[in-house]
């Protein structure tokens, strides 16, 4: 009788020990932890979420998710995560994409781009029969990753559904409103001087939707690097279109453009750096550029104002 009291007061003690852990947790714990790979999802939680979120960013600013290789302290905070947003169509490194895919337990693993019609994505047929996953340069398509980020947060999260839709149809709204913002700032630029050239082929969607004819010195992906062939097609290309400014990106090397420009010059024409733009990383945490509006005005701007020659490389600098 003694041990079976004895048995019966620790049972008593561990469960009472276990309830006062778990009410312990679910209150150190009571916002939604998630972990999002590039900064620009990372930015649409925030807005969606908001005060009833705790996001963790994997990509800082400059960083290439085509290139980035996941560290022990990502495996730590992916593996705690309630939520994982990530991009999909392979935009992150094969490496953190199949640590995304072995994701299991508690944890729900979402790409943002799930869902979209597949009509309004771009399949160029250099990327092996993959989809181009830069699909935030058209805010139209980000709009709809949007509504991926709120319903997941209400599928997760039921309690603060209110709050989630009313965050997501104020987020919506300033979207529309940027979508109109890069709609006005790219009618400045004659249709026969919309070419964008950029270090890479992050570009295509915005092309597409806001009438740019887009090169890239590199394909979809970073990950090979430019030949010298490349280089002289594409030098060869903008000295006879005469394309007066190219662009390079904060998550990419610029000595790649640097080759482009002086080869350009020994063809006889002399092609100016318009500037540098965000293509898979934002700017830096607390700048306009840091946030995915901030980004895309940044973009806009700087690519128009080189085109019609309300500024140059030397007054960027």
């Avoid at 781009?113 to 597949?118: E, Q, V």
């Avoid at 939707?209 to 970073?222: C, D, K, N």
Wanted: charged share 25%; hydrophobic share 40%; proline share 3%.
């Amino acid at each position: 009788m003694q041990r079976l009291f004895l048995i019966s007061i620790t049972i008593f003690v561990l469960a009472i020990l276990g309830c006062d852990k778990k009410t312990s947790d679910t209150a150190a714990n009571k916002n939604v932890r998630i972990v999002a790979t590039i900064g620009m999802i990372t930015d649409v939680v925030k807005n969606v979420g908001g005060e009833h979120v705790e996001v963790i960013g994997m990509m800082g600013p400059g960083v290439d998710p085509h290139l980035y290789k996941p560290t022990a302290k990502d495996i730590k905070h992916l593996n705690s995560a309630q939520i994982i947003f990530y991009n999909g169509l392979h935009l992150e490194a094969n490496k953190l994409g199949d640590v995304l895919a072995k994701m299991s337990g508690d944890t729900k693993s979402v790409a943002v781009t799930d869902g979209i019609d597949k009509t309004y994505l771009l399949s160029p047929t250099e990327f092996d029969g993959n989809y181009d996953p830069h699909l935030w340069f058209d805010v139209t398509l980000w709009m709809k990753a949007t509504e991926k980020v709120r319903d997941t947060l209400i599928e997760v999260d039921i309690n603060n559904e209110v709050t989630y839709q009313n965050n997501a149809e104020h987020y919506l709204t300033q979207l529309i409103e940027l979508h109109k913002y890069v709609q006005t700032q790219a009618e400045r630029v004659p249709p026969e001087q919309r070419v964008l050239v950029t270090a890479h082929d992050a570009f295509n969607y915005f092309g597409k939707a806001y009438g740019f004819e887009v090169r890239g010195l590199q394909g979809i992906s970073t990950v090979s690097e430019a030949a010298i062939s490349d280089v002289q097609e594409l030098a060869s290309f903008i000295a006879e279109r005469q394309i007066p400014a190219i662009f390079v990106e904060s998550s990419v090397p610029a000595r790649s453009l640097e080759a482009v420009k002086a080869a350009v010059k020994s063809k006889g024409f002399d092609v100016q750096i318009g500037g540098e733009l965000f293509s898979d990383a934002m700017g830096d945490e607390g700048t306009s550029e840091g946030t995915y509006i901030g980004m895309v005005k940044h973009n806009i701007d700087t690519i128009v104002k080189a085109l019609i020659g309300e500024t140059t490389h030397s007054e960027d600098e």
